[in-house]
């Protein structure tokens, strides 16, 4: 008899994974605060949202009210209710697998070095083409995450709006990076911050191509404690295995696809990470499963690999 794994939604963290949940918490609470705090209290006759602005709002270099830190408040910070709704929509849309695949700590990092990306685009690139403005929103991270959803699933199907005709991730990116670049280099923006949309997505394709060889993740972790082991990066810098089919599996799955190891490097990887049902979870199970996800996608695992990868996440 298969043995039957019950998961909570997309990838055992269920349908909100933690860092997604947090973010999207984080921008609705702020978003509450401005509409029904700043916007109506005042000192000296002067409205809380001017000091709010003045001080977390990404500021021009020229205004003389640019301050560090607003790299990373102006992207809590949203000017309206469908401004604030598309961008948690679309985060949640396209990050959900990402967070569940590399793991919270790597997924936050991402996002906000995707957003900082951003910033600095809007800072030094954005006034060459534009009146520089004060800026806020997560677009530019979120254009990142969506940049890095679709290296990881280039040919996943992606309903585009306004078109509502499903084309591969892939072209989705290209797409609308394409049109933030446009829009950004033609002044066309209006009220919209295009370059730093641009900046975001090019900040996260470097981050996710480049990001694990330039040390950025074991920076991160050392910095906050985490552990050294990224099983992400750790996939694409270990020896790979030759497979073949065989007739049973260590994984038991409904339509299963079977393999085994026929030819194995000198220095084969041992590392054993935890115990899963009884079972030692080993380098080389996790190779198998992040080979999967490569080929055909985080929603080809079985209930059972997705288990093990969520468990093994938790240890970043």
């Known amino acids: 008899m298969k043995n039957k794994f019950v998961l909570n939604g997309f990838g055992g963290f269920g349908i909100f994974p933690p860092v997604i949940k947090a973010l999207i918490i984080i921008n609705v609470v ?3 605060f401005d509409t029904f705090f700043l916007g109506i209290y005042n000192i000296g006759g002067t409205p809380l949202i001017y000091f709010f602005a ?16 607003q790299l990373l408040t102006y992207q809590f910070i949203h000017g309206g209710i469908w401004h604030l709704f598309f961008n948690l929509f679309a985060l949640w849309m396209f990050g959900v697998e990402l967070e569940s695949i590399w793991g919270s700590r790597k997924f936050l990092a991402f996002y906000i070095l995707s957003g900082v990306g951003a910033g600095l685009f809007q800072l030094f690139v954005a006034p060459l083409f534009s009146e520089p403005l004060p800026t806020i929103g997560a677009s530019g991270a979120v254009f990142g995450v969506l940049a890095a ?82 099983y992400y990066s750790s996939y694409h810098s270990a020896p790979k295995f030759s497979f073949r089919k065989r007739t049973s599996s260590y994984f038991e799955e409904e339509e299963p696809e079977y393999y085994e190891i026929v030819d194995t490097p000198k ?15 080993t380098q080389e199970i996790v190779d198998r499963i992040l080979d999967k996800i490569a080929e055909r996608g ?19």
């Open 267 to 281: 220095r084969e990887i041992k590392r054993t990470y935890f115990s899963y049902e009884g079972e030692e979870i």
């Open 54 to 69: 003045k001080y977390f709002y990404l500021q021009p270099l020229e205004s003389n009210n640019f301050y560090i830190w």
């Open 149 to 230: 959803f679709g290296f990881t699933f280039p040919n996943r199907p992606v309903f585009m709006f306004p078109i509502f005709i499903p084309i591969p991730a892939k072209f989705f990116v290209i797409f609308y990076a394409g049109l933030a670049f446009f829009l950004g280099i033609t002044g066309s923006a209006g009220n919209v911050a295009h370059i730093a949309h641009l900046g975001g997505a090019l900040t996260g394709f470097i981050l996710f191509k480049f990001g694990d060889q330039l040390g950025i993740y074991r920076l991160i972790n050392r910095l906050t404690g985490g552990s050294k082991f990224d």
């Open 30 to 32: 702020v978003f509450l």
């Open 298 to 316: 985080y929603q080809s695992l079985t209930e059972k690999e997705k288990r093990i990868l969520i468990e093994l996440s938790k240890k970043l």
